[in-house]
């Protein structure tokens, strides 16, 4: 997209013209971060197998991934306008992955080519040790599958990946991710905490739905594992298309609501999926009458477009696990000036006020489907801002989901400790100070101060900060997401805040009819 005298233009909506149009944000500096986020849910393909290999473009505006972007965008204006690296400029190009590893290729493609050269090419050497490509670090990427893909592919250059959302325990394995890390614990550690609170609410029979790909069939198989030494026995395994581009998945998500129908004697589902596969699965299953206790996972727990479904309390309780968090009170500031906010080196800032001026007669409860369902093709190709109503602060301040904020924030700060370090001795305004593999070694090392608590990773190149426990409420006929306890990840136990929690937490079981629990795949 271009910007053309107070309207928004688009282009070509279907592909791209230039390398560049294909960044979705930047800003110069003297150390470029790179960023891969899945701000839409999938491509558009003109075809249900692609004739040419052209990068088209995307549909489903995801609200909470464009906040994770913007919460990089933040933690670095607050780095460069610190005394934690004087004197150095952060930058920073982010892409967007549309939830698919083919795309997010092409963005890594770019993070490999050579720093500086007049045209974007990446040399073929046998050792990279003092080759300088565009990016010192990447953030990212949102889904593990796509993660484990873009780390084979830096590894080859050892550029430390750090991503914010990444859960699949395969990740953790240093001989083949050795430049991942993450700022959010393995996987390993939910399916153990689903498993126990499974066993604590005395839940021994259930269903399996996940996503058929790679991180769907191996969580499968470690909460298969879980579930076993708790003996809790699987009735029954659903698979679904992990793309929504998949022609099929229709078919599949009904599929998976008969059988959850017709095993009746099935107390508990647990189904690994991603946030907007929950909204389509939620969606259908409120149209069936199906009323079940929900148990939900990291990634869509605090969901605030899922919480916000209309008629979304006739499902029943959702009770579910998300990331520790911070403060968001700067963050929220920043979303409150985001009107200042110079848009025209940040596609999705453009693209968002675009979709809010085109949505913007629907209400809050509303809007997350009305924006999801636009794609750049079906936008008013000209439409002129005339006002902040378009911006919608308050909602974006209501979307946010605090867990997933302060992980791309940590991982933003943990690199920027790790540059740091690089920069005692050393000029790195000169951007061919060190090499990507050495910035990663230095953040392996790395030790900092968030919120009161020593961060750091561990030797998988994990940062392991426990989760929260939240609990789904109707309050004055609105879904209320409210904070029930802690799952400590040492002592395998859950902690609670008062008496009242744990009781509600312990009579899990006797508050519905039935129960269905539910994890992602992220």
């Not at 909460?223 to 022609?247: H, R, T, W």
């Amino acid at each position: 997209m271009e910007l053309v005298k107070g309207s928004l233009l688009v282009k070509d909506s279907m592909s791209c013209w230039s390398p560049d149009d294909f960044v979705g944000a930047s800003s110069p500096g003297d150390i470029v971060i790179g960023g891969l986020f899945a701000i839409h849910g999938r491509m558009l393909h003109s075809e249900e197998r692609p004739l040419k290999p052209v990068i088209t473009n995307c549909s489903g505006f995801e609200v909470q991934v464009f906040l994770q972007s913007l919460a990089m965008v933040h933690a670095i204006e607050i780095i460069n306008n610190s005394t934690l690296l004087p004197g150095i400029k952060l930058g920073y190009e982010i892409y967007d992955t549309c939830a698919e590893v083919t795309r997010a290729m092409a963005a890594v493609l770019r993070f490999l080519a050579k720093f500086n050269a007049s045209r974007d090419v990446v040399e073929l050497r046998c050792n990279y040790s003092d080759y300088t490509p565009r990016v010192k670090a990447v953030i990212g990427a949102t889904y593990s599958e796509v993660s484990m893909s873009v780390a084979r592919i830096l590894n080859l250059q050892l550029i430390p990946q750090v991503s914010h959302a990444s859960t699949a325990e395969i990740l953790s394995d240093k001989v083949r991710f050795p430049s991942f890390l993450r700022t959010v614990p393995s996987d390993s550690y939910q399916t153990k905490a689903m498993a126990q609170l499974i066993h604590k609410s005395g839940w021994n029979w259930i269903g399996i739905i996940a996503t058929d790909d790679d991180f769907g069939r191996l969580a499968v198989e470690s909460f298969g594992m879980q579930a076993m030494a708790n003996n809790v026995c699987i009735a029954f395994k659903e698979m679904l298309p992990a793309y929504l581009s998949d022609s099929t998945i229709h078919g599949k998500i009904n599929q998976a609501l008969e059988t959850i129908v017709k095993e009746t004697r099935v107390n508990v589902i647990v189904v690994f999926l991603r946030q907007f596969h929950v909204m389509r699965l939620f969606r259908k299953a409120i149209e069936r009458n199906i009323n079940k206790t929900w148990i939900a996972s990291d990634n869509w727990s605090a969901g605030v477009k899922i919480s916000t479904i209309p008629n979304i309390s006739r499902l029943g309780k959702v009770v579910g696990f998300t990331f520790k968090s911070g403060n968001m009170s700067s963050f929220q500031n920043f979303l409150s000036n985001l009107h200042s906010t110079p848009i025209e080196n940040n596609m999705f800032l453009r693209e968002y006020t675009l979709l809010m001026s085109t949505c913007s007669h629907i209400k809050d409860q509303d809007l997350s489907k009305c924006i999801s369902n636009y794609s750049l093709d079906m936008l008013v190709l000209n439409h002129t801002i005339t006002s902040s109503q378009q911006w919608r602060e308050e909602f974006l301040i209501a979307n946010i989901e605090p867990g997933f904020i302060h992980s791309t924030m940590l991982a933003v700060h943990a690199i920027a400790y790790a540059i740091r370090n690089q920069c005692k001795d050393r000029n790195c305004k000169d951007p061919y100070a060190f090499a990507p593999w050495e910035l990663l070694e230095e953040l392996k090392e790395i030790k900092f101060t968030d919120n009161e608590r020593e961060v750091y990773f561990d030797s998988y190149g994990d940062i392991n900060t426990g989760y929260d426990v939240l609990v789904w409420k109707e309050i004055d006929g609105q879904m209320v997401i409210t904070n029930m306890g802690e799952y400590d990840l040492e002592q395998n136990d859950f902690i609670f805040a008062d008496e009242e929690d744990e009781i509600e937490f312990m009579n899990l079981k006797v508050s519905g009819r039935s129960y269905f629990t539910i994890l992602e795949v992220s």
